[in-house]
Nanobody, 128 residues
Framework: QVQLSESGGGSVQAGGSLRLSCTAS????????IGWFRQAPGKEREGVAA???????DYADSVKGRFTVSQENGLTTVHLQMNSLKPEDTAMYYC??????????????????????WGRGTQVTVSS
């Protein structure tokens, strides 16, 4: 059973930066992917960024050039560095993980849409 725990959320003014971290434990398979999703009130959950154990990385178009996903120690810690934050980035941010198929035609962000493992989330609020 993979367990995920997010940290690093908070409030920041537009143009500011935050760094989210997701700590994972309980991996039992060789390959995993892990990523970040967000959900704002009244909106659907959307993928933000994801990384796989074989190094594939995906970003949503809305965050490309502003957010960077990175990992440490074989996906045991995954960071989301968020720069140039905008009010529309305000949301609850969730970490998600699942077993990864390196031969998948899908990128890890799409692969995680139906992830088996989710964290409880961390709130990010960006004020204008």
């Amino acid at each position: 059973q993979v367990q995920l725990s997010e940290s690093g959320g908070g409030s920041v003014q537009a143009g500011g930066s935050l760094r989210l971290s997701c700590t994972a434990s309980g991996y039992t398979y060789r390959s995993y992917c892990i990523g970040w999703f967000r959900q704002a009130p009244g909106k659907e959950r959307e993928g933000v960024a994801a990384i796989s154990s074989d190094g594939r990385i995906d970003y949503a178009d809305s965050v490309k050039g502003r957010f960077t996903v990175s990992q440490e120690n074989g996906l045991t810690t995954v960071h989301l560095q968020m720069n140039s934050l905008k009010p529309e980035d305000t949301a609850m941010y969730y970490c998600a993980a699942d077993r990864w198929d390196p031969g998948s035609y899908m990128g890890p962000l799409r692969y995680l849409r139906h992830a088996d493992y989710w964290g409880r989330g961390t709130q990010v609020t960006v004020s204008s």
